[in-house]
């Protein structure tokens, strides 16, 4: 959770495991690669995503556990609602 995060590139990732099961969270893309392999409570590192995109990650262990990362190039951020709207605060004008 959450099943989609929007952050800002150069930004680094946690992906802490909160259940009694061993996960491995992968994403395999050119554009950035990784593999936390089979791991319980919080893997050594944060994950840095360095390049503006969207990428799918998954895992090994339960094929239906599917999150989704969309990273952009600006500080203005920010996820939609339940209902599909967002507002942005403190715009330069």
């Given at each position: 959770?959450?099943?989609?995060t929007v ?87």
């Amino acid at each position: 959770m959450p099943r989609v995060t929007v952050i800002q590139a150069g930004c680094s990732v946690s992906f802490p495991n909160k259940d009694s099961a061993r996960h491995h969270v992968y994403l395999f893309s050119p554009a950035k690669m990784f593999n936390l392999k089979f791991y319980a409570n919080v893997p050594t590192a944060p994950v840095l995503f360095d390049q503006a995109v969207t990428k799918v990650l998954g895992c090994n262990i339960d094929e239906q556990m599917l999150a989704f990362i969309h990273i952009v190039d600006t500080p203005y951020i920010a996820k939609t609602d339940a209902s599909g709207k967002v507002k942005l605060m403190n715009l330069p004008s």
